[in-house]
């Protein structure tokens, strides 16, 4: 698997909420978690500078889930693994916590979970294309618009 860190949780969340529960909580049985930032979800506010006064104005909220946790399995084995995702879903951001520290640091079953973010990064690219192509085609060339044939005296 070849993709960063950083958009793991990006290319994970294209699959479904419930696959992904299933998917930690099957490969994380025996083991014990401890919640160092328990699964939870609230809002965030974005704040911004205005351009002219550069005074912070908040443009409103969004909703945001985290979590944090460590992973013990038999033995002196622990690691941890963190999620923070645009959702009201903390049982989202535990899945992708718990799924972050296995593939991290490469724990049984981390090959399953690779296999889900090479898929949802397929799924990302081609949604990545269809933006792309949809931005392209409402494309406006502003500099054709004062080249006409037409004189504009004639009005």
Same mark, same amino acid.
Request: hydrophobic fraction near 45%.
């Given at each position: 698997m070849h993709i960063p860190r950083k958009d793991w949780l990006r290319v994970l969340t294209a699959h479904p909420v419930a696959a992904l529960a299933e998917l930690s909580g099957r490969l994380a049985a025996g083991w014990t978690l401890t919640? =160092?930032? =328990?699964?939870q979800a609230g809002l965030g506010l974005l704040k911004l500078r205005d351009g002219a006064f550069h005074e912070p104005y908040y443009l409103g909220e969004f909703p945001i889930? @985290? @979590?944090? &946790?460590? &992973? $013990?399995l038999p033995g002196d084995v622990a690691v941890e693994g963190a999620a923070q995702v645009m959702a009201d879903a903390p049982a989202l951001a535990q899945a992708l916590a718990v799924l972050d520290a296995i593939l991290a640091?490469? =724990?049984?079953?981390? $090959?399953e979970v690779a296999a889900l973010?090479?898929?949802g990064a397929s799924k990302r690219a081609e949604e990545d294309r269809r933006r792309r192509a949809m931005l392209a085609g409402t494309r406006v060339d502003f500099a054709l618009l004062g080249a006409t044939e037409e004189d504009e005296d004639e009005y």
């Open positions: 919640y =160092l930032a =328990l699964p889930a @985290c @979590c944090r &946790v460590r &992973v $013990q640091a490469r =724990l049984p079953g981390w $090959q973010a090479n898929e």
